[in-house]
């Protein structure tokens, strides 16, 4: 199967600190990837070397088959990415904000016309089309910049925590709109420290202190660990002495 992300040995120090400990994997084509850990874990510090935001300290990855050192804006033109920290303009309206990622992206006005008619349809946010995104919930406004991520109809789309803070509802709605955009051929690699998102997951790997501890699909781990959830697999990951004391 065709692979959208290849990782091997990417690392990253900060002086004598190592946030990412020499981290290998693939992501296929069209497939929901999980990055799970404890905030802390280097999950974000590796999200920015894959999106070209931050130079490996060594190692390599190729994302959509461009070298993420040599060919950095290549990737990011084949990327959409979603912060931890809501990335939208705030002072901005609804409209504004598609509009001016549009043109970021490099779409036509045309396009831009017609894809933003589509996207306050789909998220039903033509009544408030004029409002400043500031005043819009929570929910809403991470269902809106997940959909200007992907508006470009990118190869791979990075979410970095992107439910932290919203509801059960939302964030269950919000997995639906990845569903959606997987099932038309985008890669989604998404960070969350959720245990339960996991279950949401084609594949998922576990990082604990900078490394991968554990990578398979949901069901697999669980499995392996003889565990009855995602969330008792970390814990055993992460507090091994415990869980088995338990």
């Known amino acids: 199967m065709e692979k959208s992300i290849s990782v091997n040995q990417l690392t990253k120090r900060f ?8 981290i290998s994997f693939e992501v296929d084509k069209g497939e929901i990837f999980g990055f799970l850990g404890a905030n802390g874990a280097g999950k ?32 990011k033109r084949k990327i959409g990415y979603m912060s931890q920290k809501f990335s939208l303009y705030e002072d901005l309206t609804v409209r504004e904000n598609i509009v001016l990622y549009g043109g970021i992206y490099g779409l036509p006005n045309k396009v831009i016309r017609e894809k933003s008619g589509l996207m306050l349809e789909n998220l039903e946010l ?17 269902k809106l910049a997940f959909s200007v991520a992907i508006m470009h109809d990118p190869a791979i789309v990075f979410l ?11 964030r269950r709605q919000f997995w639906e709109m990845i569903y959606e955009a997987a099932d038309t051929g985008v890669t989604v690699f998404v960070t969350t420290h959720y245990m339960d998102e996991a279950e949401y997951c084609d594949r998922v790997s576990i990082m604990v202190d900078g490394r991968i501890a554990a990578m398979d699909t949901p069901y697999q781990l669980k499995k392996d660990f ?9 814990l055993q990951l992460v507090r091994p002495e415990k869980s088995t004391a338990l």
């Not at 999200?47 to 290549?74: C, H, N, W, Y």
């Open 126 to 142: 033509k009544e408030v089309s004029k409002t400043l995104v500031k005043s819009l919930p929570l929910g809403w406004k991470q």
């Open 15 to 22: 002086g004598k600190f190592t946030a990412v400990d020499a």
């Open 44 to 75: 974000t510090t590796a999200i920015r070397m894959l999106t070209g935001l931050s130079k490996p300290t060594a190692g390599k990855a190729m994302v959509a088959g461009f070298d993420i050192q040599r060919q950095r804006e290549k990737v």
């Open 226 to 234: 003889q565990a009855k959830s995602m969330n008792d697999v970390f």
């Open 160 to 170: 970095d925590e992107p439910t932290g803070g919203v509801d059960p509802i939302t």
